[in-house]
């Protein structure tokens, strides 16, 4: 099928790179002519692990291509997804000002049935308001539109896998008829049948997707309500963390057994610094504040989002009890993402504390595996290192920030030898308390016994 994808921001290019893997004639299109320059010339503006290969690929068979004319793109498509920017604005509701410009041109220069399919995140209710915006602006065109919500639950990081192989598909439709051809869309996707560029020949076993079919405003709904209750577990995980501070306990032992148990599941109870990235932080205010204009207070997820500011100046206090004074004292700080495997800063913890120490008068010397040059452009003050070797060179102060798992297999002893105080704290519980402390280090990670 002919699909434009129209922003090609993190997600539009994944969505984009991944559906022309599986067969589908892809046009990416963006308001941002230096963006398209550089994806014309080859580049990948963003790190994220195995799109480069899937798009220069796609590209070699002619399945890709990047323009900046969105009427061009619109004209000649079946189905056009909308993955824009739903940046938060100041009160915390989603700006919708760029749907809305996509809207028009799609409404416009369409003629015939297209499938408008919404993939940004968007509040309840924006399918309805898209709805009307394709009817009055392209009265006079004569085109059909059938709108869809179909989120996403790609995680940074691995957002490619996410993508070919996902535990569902969601789509929210007004009509049989256009769930039909979503599925056709992720036909490949659904029944595992395409050559799969990540794994290269047969993919690890794994259950079918399932495709849930809903209304557009439940489909809506289900993206805000997987992120809040994912930043939830986050957020219950970081308070159960500081109970197990005051008691002695260990959390990393509480949440493993807490989530044997299949009702509560493993994932996202790891304690540490708090949820950081674009997603989680907007997403959560923006389903309060929709609640709220709904009437209904989610008091719940206020909460949540005030336990995960509070990390940081937990953090941060946990830092000056070991140093005493932060003033004058050189931190080697690891890790700069919100997350491993990803080189977005955006509301990344790391970042926040690194704004905070160079304003206490530390001095810092920071690497991370991808995030260096982002991070530079804000905080030139800061010194940016090499690896991880030379920014501990000389600390009174190691602090471990991003979960980057080739920290873990760092030689700690050469670290502990290059340091001037062997003092590390661990803000993601990547390291052996027990093995720190062989080594010779003061230790402190979050929620287990300091060593
Ligand atoms: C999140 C969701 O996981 C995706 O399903 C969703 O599609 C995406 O937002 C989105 O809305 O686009 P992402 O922001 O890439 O994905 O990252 P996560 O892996 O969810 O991590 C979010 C934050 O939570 C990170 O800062 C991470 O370090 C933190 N986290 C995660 C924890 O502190 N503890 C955990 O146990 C898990």
Redesign the pocket.
Known sequence: MRISIIGCGY?GLVTGGCLAAVGHHITCVDSDAERIRALVAGQIPIYEPHLDELISRARSEKRIEFTGDLAASVETSEAIFICVGTPPLENGEADLSSIDAVARVIATESRGSKLVVEKS?VPVRTGEQLCRALEVYGRTGGAKFQVVSNP??????SSVIDFLHPDRIVVGVNEPSAAEKMREIYRPILERNFVCPVHGGPCPPGAAPQFVVTTINSSELI?HA??SF?ALK?SY?NVLADLCERLGADVQEVTRAMGMDPRIGP????A?I???????PK?IQAFYRLAERAGEDFALLREAERINKDRIDRFLEKTRRALWVLKGKHIGMLGLA??ANTDDIRFA?ALELLRRLLAEGASVRAYDPQAMNKTRAQFPSATYCQDAYQAVEGADAVLLLT?WPEFRELDWRRIHSKMVRPLVLDGRNLLDPRRMREIGFEYHSIGRPDS
Not at 152 to 157: A, D, M, N, P, V
Not at 267 to 270: A, E, G, R
């Open positions: 997600v995140t996403e639950f790609l995680r940074e990081g993206k997987c992120n994912l986050i995980a994932q996202f109870l790891n540490g708090g949820f950081g990235g674009f997603c989680f997403d919100f997350k913890p979960e």
